[in-house]
T-cell receptor, first 113, second 116 residues
Framework: NAGVTQTPKFQVLKTGQSMTLQCAQD?????MSWYRQDPGMGLRLIHY???????DQGEVPNGYNVSRSTTEDFPLRLLSAAPSQTSVYFC????????????FGQGTRLTVV | AQSVSQHNHHVILSEAASLELGCNYS??????LFWYVQYPGQHLQLLLK??????LVKGIKGFEAEFIKSKFSFNLRKPSVQWSDTAEYFC??????????????FGAGTQVVVTP
């Protein structure tokens, strides 16, 4: 059982480049989300999805796009990378309900130069 | 604004010492409460969670936490730490409203270093 799988683990981008961070889960969870982790700020919610075809913005959505075509996958797209997007990105998934816990992927460490 | 506060950013202690990490939240409604741990270079792992019932919650690796509703607090404790407890610890809260299911609000984290 793989859980939540993120790829790549490390990435360096130049300012203005685009890329997609991949996230897949095999637990049939309805809810998936993306967080970024920055020193001294904990994790902040970027975007989330409550099911295939449904996405919404979190606390820090600017500069990021998401889509959810299947239950399993929830990619995060950076259309034009900026140095302020240098961070560690975590994907999480959970069942949708009042009492659920989130399962996290291994993270992607992104550096924008 | 709603927030989660962790009292200490860095804690250094010796093996066998007791650990207590503070966490306070500012939400007025019913909440789910979590403590996650992140070992160096790894992803977040759930230490323990509180949904309802007994406010004293026991988690993995000897950790426990107490929910005090009147103080909006969910402090993490461990009676005797080990070197392997060196990690960053995050308190997180989710609201019990339908549109907030699954959304976690995290504290800034506490870096704990246990010296041999």
């Amino acid at each position: 059982n793989a859980g939540v799988t993120q790829t790549p683990k490390f990435q360096v981008l130049k300012t203005g480049q685009s890329m997609t961070l991949q996230c897949a889960q095999d637990m049939n969870h309805e809810y998936m989300s993306w967080y970024r982790q920055d020193p001294g700020m904990g994790l902040r919610l970027i975007h989330y999805s409550v099911g295939a075809g449904i996405t919404d913005q979190g606390e820090v959505p600017n500069g990021y796009n998401v889509s959810r075509s299947t239950t399993e996958d929830f990619p995060l797209r950076l259309l034009s990378a900026a140095p302020s997007q240098t961070s560690v990105y975590f994907c999480a998934s959970s069942y949708r309900g009042a009492h659920t816990e989130a399962f996290f992927g291994q993270g992607t460490r992104l550096t924008v130069v | 604004a709603q927030s989660v506060s962790q009292h200490n950013h860095h804690v250094i202690l010796s093996e066998a010492a007791s650990l207590e990490l503070g966490c306070n939240y500012s939400y007025g409604g019913t909440v789910n409460l979590f403590w996650y741990v992140q070992y160096p270079g790894q992803h977040l792992q759930l230490l323990l969670k509180y949904f309802s019932g007994d406010p004293l919650v026991k988690g993995i690796k000897g950790f426990e936490a107490e929910f005090i509703k009147s103080k909006f607090s969910f402090n993490l404790r461990k009676p005797s730490v080990q070197w392997s407890d060196t990690a960053e610890y995050f308190c997180a809260v989710s609201l019990m409203t339908t549109d907030s299911w699954g959304k976690l609000q995290f504290g800034a984290g506490t870096q704990v270093v246990v010296t041999p």
